[in-house]
């Protein structure tokens, strides 16, 4: 097992802190270098004794000058470069060796939890799938530990040990007839098909369970075959053999470059005392072959050196664990009691010894917590000053419906969200038949179904030549005196309609080509007023009022919310919307009982379909003074641009009508 001496040495800052780590003799550098060292200094003393006292003088003066030749190029060598790399792989290596080694703790806290119940059948699942992972792990074990190999050299002695069946060692020989290969895997297979066939018979209520142990039988699989893989691919061999050829080149080299002679009579080279002893010669020794023997004892983790790891009693603990908890305490744990911190919920102090109470401290404050920002700096660089603007108030057609103290109050956080944000520049709209969103206060969104008069949404600065020529007002007061007074009658070439014009945001689909249909459709009017007053159509059915339908894309044309049936409240409103009230209550009767119904398709950039009463007005005027005349809706279309071009005469466009043609509807009433 690897020599552990933390607790020797807890406080770095006492004096000679390691220096009690120096009289251990297990595991430590005198241990691996004394049979080196030893053998070095006789051969250093043996080529010492024989300059001494077996040369000649003339010898002894060829021996000098080797002797100088070997120490200046001995310094040649990068012994500190090449032994540091080497080791600094080494212990890389060994580190994650270790870190390799699976531990089944966590699988077999999956497996209590996973496979719950006290009957054998879930005992005998729980037991057989973490001695599989064991056995596993003991197998693979085996071949790259010499220390694991002769504690189980054969099957037998694994089924001695009780971690393998004797019918589980059969097929194991059966396997080995058929291929020779490592078959450390399969008691993992085994403990797959456990856990399946646990699932199958209800024993797993979860496919996530099942799921979450397989993850953990694969993890323990892939670190085995890493354990077998560092032991098969080894660092590279003349990389081992370089560092070991330099170490030892060096030091024998050392040995004739090292010799300490006296100097020769007459000599003027630089004085050196004649010791006995190569003091700082031995030192180096131990140093770099030290050095080199921590590679040698890391290189194989698994073997038996002392800083080994000790593999036998890993195995016997992790049996006994992995049996105490899926079974020993499986579905057991102490009695609920409130602890000592109950009343308090969250203790303020925890208690300190006196030999501890140096220790307490707070929690340590980080690098930023001092620092202090100016208020000049704190200002925001990237968002703008508030304005007030159409395009602030109504930045957003989703936002109509929020008061306007509302959208100042999130100014900044609607500035935050366009920093972030890019808005689609097209939405589908909807007069109400597909959303049923009531936005009353909006004319974009408004629908005959509320009671609100149906716009052409256009740009709130600028008012189109469809707005003034229907006579449209600004403002709401103004829209209020308006309905005071009443509607007035007109003659088709200018009506006057009190919608409300609140500013709103241009929706997408206001461009340049629904702009020229509103100055077609007011041409169209105004050949209407003419037609009417030529045909006598003023003195028979009196015109009280236009409807003129938004110009809104419709989404579904054949949605029931986009029709207006007689004898419903949508059709009343309608009618109220357009009408004076005085007027309105002569037509609500009428509305709701005229028993003649009459559909009308519309153009696609209006509403899909509309439903109104249309009476039969009588072909020459009344002569009947004694009963006043009910107004009566009479339904007149004005052409879309197709049917204008294909209409030259001055006919009404209705009796042009085609019957699939694309019309844009206006009630005359």
């Known amino acids: 097992?690897?020599?552990?001496?933390?607790?020797?040495?807890?406080?770095?800052?006492?004096?000679?802190?390691?220096?009690?780590?120096?009289?251990?003799?297990?595991?430590?550098?005198?241990?691996?270098?004394?049979?080196?060292?030893?053998?070095?200094?006789?051969?250093?003393?043996?080529?010492?004794?024989?300059?001494?006292?077996?040369?000649?003088?003339?010898?002894?003066?060829?021996?000098?000058?080797?002797?100088?030749?070997?120490?200046?190029?001995?310094?040649?060598?990068?012994?500190?470069?090449?032994?540091?790399?080497?080791?600094?792989?080494?212990?890389?290596?060994?580190?994650?060796?270790?870190?390799?080694?699976?531990?089944?703790?966590?699988?077999?806290?999956?497996?209590?939890?996973?496979?719950?119940?006290?009957?054998?059948?879930?005992?005998?699942?729980?037991?057989?799938?973490?001695?599989?992972?064991?056995?596993?792990?003991?197998?693979?074990?085996?071949?790259?530990?010499?220390?694991?190999?002769?504690?189980?050299?054969?099957?037998?002695?694994?089924?001695?040990?009780?971690?393998?069946?004797?019918?589980?060692?059969?097929?194991?020989?059966?396997?080995?007839?058929?291929?020779?290969?490592?078959?450390?895997?399969?008691?993992?297979?085994?403990?797959?098909?456990?856990?399946?066939?646990?699932?199958?018979?209800?024993?797993?209520?979860?496919?996530?369970?099942?799921?979450?142990?397989?993850?953990?039988?694969?993890?323990?699989?892939?670190?085995?075959?890493?354990?077998?893989?560092?032991?098969?691919?080894?660092?590279?061999?003349?990389?081992?053999?370089?560092?070991?050829?330099?170490l030892y080149t060096y030091f024998v080299a050392a040995l004739m470059g090292r010799q300490l002679v006296p100097p020769a009579p007459g000599s003027t080279s630089k004085y050196e005392p004649d010791v006995y002893f190569p003091l700082f010669t031995a030192l180096q020794f131990c140093f770099y072959v030290g050095w080199l023997k921590v590679a040698e004892v890391l290189i194989n983790p698994f073997g038996e050196d002392d800083d080994d790891i000790e593999l036998n009693w890993l195995i016997d603990r992790h049996i006994k664990a992995a049996y105490m908890i899926v079974d020993e305490m499986h579905e057991e744990h102490p009695e609920l009691l409130k602890d000592q911190y109950w009343e308090e919920v969250v203790p303020k102090d925890l208690p300190y010894t006196v030999a501890s109470e140096h220790y307490r401290r707070h929690e340590p404050p980080c690098s930023a917590d001092h620092y202090k920002v100016k208020a000049e700096d704190a200002v925001y660089a990237n968002v703008q000053a508030p304005r007030k603007s159409h395009d602030e108030t109504y930045a957003d057609y989703e936002s109509v419906d929020t008061p306007l103290v509302e959208r100042r109050k999130n100014w900044f956080q609607r500035q935050i969200s366009r920093m972030g944000s890019v808005r689609s520049a097209s939405t589908a709209y909807s007069s109400g038949g597909l959303f049923g969103r009531?936005?009353?206060?909006?004319?974009?969104?408004?629908?005959?179904?509320?009671?609100?008069?149906?716009?052409?949404?256009?740009?709130?600065?600028?008012?189109?030549?469809?707005?003034?020529?229907?006579?449209?007002?600004?403002?709401?007061?103004?829209?209020?005196?308006?309905?005071?007074?009443?509607?007035?009658?007109?003659?088709?070439?200018?009506?006057?309609?009190?919608?409300?014009?609140?500013?709103?945001?241009?929706?997408?689909?206001?461009?340049k080509e629904i702009m020229d249909r509103e100055n077609r459709i007011a041409m169209g009017m105004q050949n209407m007023g003419v037609i009417m007053a030529h045909q006598g159509y003023q003195n028979e059915v009196p015109v009280l009022g236009a409807l003129v339908l938004s110009p809104i894309q419709e989404l579904d044309s054949g949605s029931v919310n986009n029709t207006l049936h007689a004898g419903q409240p949508g059709t009343t409103a309608l009618a109220q919307a357009v009408l004076s009230p005085g007027l309105t209550q002569g037509m609500t009767p009428m509305l709701a009982a005229a028993p003649v119904v009459s559909p009308v398709t519309l153009s696609p950039i209006g509403v899909s379909q509309l439903t109104l009463v249309n009476g039969s007005a009588p072909s020459t005027p009344r002569t009947d003074r004694t009963t006043p005349p009910i107004p009566r809706a009479t339904v007149t279309e004005i052409p879309s641009d197709r049917d204008s071009e294909h209409s030259g005469t001055g006919t009404p466009p209705e009796f042009n009508r085609k019957p699939n043609g694309s019309k844009r509807g206006e009630v005359y009433v």
């Open 438 to 511: 009531n936005r009353h206060n909006s004319v974009v969104y408004s629908s005959p179904e509320a009671g609100q008069p149906v716009g052409v949404p256009q740009q709130h600065h600028k008012m189109s030549l469809y707005e003034r020529l229907v006579g449209r007002k600004s403002g709401r007061g103004q829209h209020r005196q308006n309905s005071k007074h009443g509607g007035q009658k007109s003659n088709g070439s200018a009506i006057p309609i009190t919608l409300r014009n609140r500013p709103r945001i241009p929706t997408p689909d206001v461009t």
């Open 1 to 246: 097992m690897t020599i552990s001496y933390a607790g020797e040495v807890p406080n770095g800052s006492s004096f000679g802190c390691f220096w009690r780590i120096l009289c251990k003799w297990r595991g430590s550098v005198y241990k691996l270098v004394w049979r080196e060292l030893l053998a070095y200094l006789t051969l250093y003393y043996t080529i010492n004794l024989l300059y001494r006292f077996a040369l000649t003088e003339q010898q002894q003066r060829i021996f000098e000058k080797v002797r100088q030749y070997f120490g200046a190029q001995s310094e040649s060598i990068p012994m500190s470069f090449v032994l540091g790399f080497y080791v600094s792989l080494v212990v890389k290596r060994w580190w994650e060796q270790y870190k390799l080694l699976p531990w089944p703790d966590t699988l077999a806290l999956f497996i209590s939890a996973g496979i719950p119940g006290a009957d054998e059948t879930g005992r005998l699942m729980r037991r057989n799938i973490v001695r599989y992972a064991i056995l596993a792990y003991v197998i693979t074990l085996q071949r790259v530990s010499l220390r694991v190999k002769r504690r189980f050299p054969t099957w037998q002695h694994v089924v001695d040990s009780g971690l393998m069946l004797e019918s589980e060692r059969k097929v194991f020989e059966k396997m080995d007839g058929k291929s020779p290969m490592s078959k450390y895997w399969m008691p993992l297979v085994w403990a797959t098909n456990i856990i399946n066939r646990a699932r199958k018979e209800g024993l797993i209520t979860s496919d996530h369970i099942v799921q979450t142990l397989l993850v953990e039988l694969s993890d323990i699989r892939r670190r085995l075959g890493a354990l077998i893989g560092y032991d098969t691919v080894c660092v590279p061999l003349v990389y081992t053999q370089v560092v070991t050829l330099a």
